[in-house]
C-alpha cells in the first residue's frame, strides 16, 4: 500500500506554514503563504485550501494521497468541535475553523491552539524526546505555552490551559499585558519585555553599557550583550531568568513534568539561557520535581507547529 501523508499547517499573524508529512514524522515538503487578513481574516481558509490542492500537484499526487489536516491556531481553541474562540491579530471570534477547513479541502480536520500543537511536535521528534509529561514554553514577540500530561495535550475547561505567559510574575504594580491584566510574565521574559526592560534600565541608570550605542534596540541585542559581560545588559536578562526559573517551577510543581522545552526567537540565545533559569527553576521548585525535570532548548524551530499538527492528524484520523 502506498505511503499516506498528513497536512501540518501553523496559522500565524505574518506567514501560514504548511507541511506534508508521513506518518513517521518525516516531512516531504514543507511550504509557506502569507496571511490574508483582509476582511477579518475571511480569505484564510480558502488560500489554504488552494495552497495544498497546488502543492499536491506540483507532487503529482491527488487528495487520496492525504489522511487529513492538523492545524494550530493563535489564541484559546475547543479541541473538540475546533472553534476558535478568539484570534486578536485575525479579527475572529467564535470561529468555526475546523468545520470551514472540511468544507474547504474536503479533507477530516483537527485544530488546537498553535503553542500545544508545537508542544507535541517538539515531544514528537523534538526536544521532548518522546517525554509523555512536558511543558513547553514559546518565548517569541510574547510567551506561549503548551502543556502534555501523559502523553495527551492538556486543554482545560475552555481551551485556555497552558497559558504559561500569564503566570502574575509582579503582582502589583507591573506593566500592562495584552491580555488586559498587568505584570504578566509575557511582560518580562517576551522579546518585548526584555526590550521594556532594557530600555527602562538604560533611562534609570548611569551603568556603562554597549546598548546605549544603538539607535533601536532588539532582545537579541541586549542577550548578546549579556554573553560579552555587559554588565547592564547582565542585570536585565538575570531578571529575566530568575522571574522564568521561578513561573517554570510553579507550573512544574502542578504538572511533575519529565522535560521543559523552551523555544522562540529568544530561545536561540541556547544552553546559556537553559543553564542560567535551571539555577533559579531548583531554587523554587519542589525538590522532588526539580529532580525530574530537566530544562532543554526546543530543537525544531518554525517546523515544530508544522509537525504538531501532523501527528495531531495522525492520531484522530491514522488507518
Given at each position: 500500500m502506498a505511503e499516506k501523508w498528513v497536512v501540518g499547517v501553523d496559522l500565524g499573524g505574518?506567514?501560514?506554514?504548511?507541511?506534508?508529512?508521513?506518518?513517521?514524522?518525516?516531512?516531504?515538503?514543507?511550504?509557506?503563504?502569507?496571511?490574508?487578513?483582509?476582511?477579518?481574516?475571511?480569505?484564510?481558509v480558502t488560500d489554504i485550501a488552494k495552497s495544498i490542492d497546488q502543492k499536491l500537484q506540483e507532487h503529482g499526487q491527488t487528495k487520496e494521497k492525504l489522511i487529513?489536516?492538523?492545524?494550530?491556531?493563535?489564541?484559546?481553541?475547543?479541541?473538540?468541535?475546533?472553534?476558535?474562540?478568539?484570534?486578536?491579530?485575525?479579527?475572529w471570534k467564535n470561529y468555526p475553523l475546523k468545520n470551514l477547513l472540511e468544507v474547504e479541502t474536503s479533507l477530516p480536520a483537527v485544530v488546537d491552539n498553535d503553542a500545544n500543537i508545537a508542544a507535541i511536535g517538539e515531544m514528537w521528534k523534538g526536544a521532548g524526546n518522546g517525554a509523555k509529561n512536558l511543558i513547553c514554553v514559546t518565548l517569541g514577540t510574547g510567551v506561549g505555552g503548551g502543556v502534555i500530561a501523559n502523553g495527551q495535550i492538556v486543554r482545560g475547561a475552555n481551551g485556555a490551559a497552558g497559558e504559561i505567559g500569564h503566570i502574575t510574575s509582579v503582582p502589583e504594580g507591573g506593566a500592562p499585558c495584552n491580555c488586559g491584566k498587568t505584570g504578566c510574565l509575557e511582560t518580562i521574559a517576551s522579546a518585548t519585555g526584555i526590550v521594556r526592560l532594557a530600555k527602562e534600565k538604560l533611562a534609570t541608570s548611569e551603568t556603562d553599557s554597549s546598548l546605549r550605542k544603538l539607535e533601536t534596540i532588539t532582545a537579541k541585542d541586549v542577550l548578546d550583550a549579556a554573553k560579552e559581560n555587559d554588565r547592564l545588559a547582565l542585570e536585565v536578562v538575570e531578571e529575566v531568568f530568575f522571574h522564568l526559573g521561578l513561573a517554570l517551577a510553579n507550573a512544574a510543581n502542578a504538572l511533575n513534568p519529565e522535560k521543559i522545552v523552551i523555544g522562540g526567537g529568544v530561545s536561540k540565545a541556547g544552553n546559556w539561557l537553559a543553564e542560567r533559569v535551571t539555577e533559579y527553576f531548583k531554587r523554587f521548585a519542589f525538590p522532588r520535581v526539580a529532580e525530574s525535570a530537566s530544562i532543554v532548548i526546543a530543537t525544531l524551530g518554525n517546523d515544530a507547529g508544522v509537525i504538531g499538527g501532523a501527528w495531531l492528524a495522525k492520531q484522530a484520523f491514522g488507518e
Open positions: 505574518t506567514t501560514i506554514k504548511m507541511a506534508f508529512v508521513n506518518v513517521y514524522g518525516e516531512l516531504i515538503d514543507k511550504w509557506e503563504i502569507v496571511t490574508n487578513l483582509e476582511d477579518q481574516g475571511k480569505y484564510i487529513g489536516i492538523g492545524m494550530g491556531a493563535p489564541g484559546p481553541v475547543d479541541g473538540d468541535t475546533g472553534l476558535v474562540y478568539e484570534a486578536v491579530n485575525l479579527g
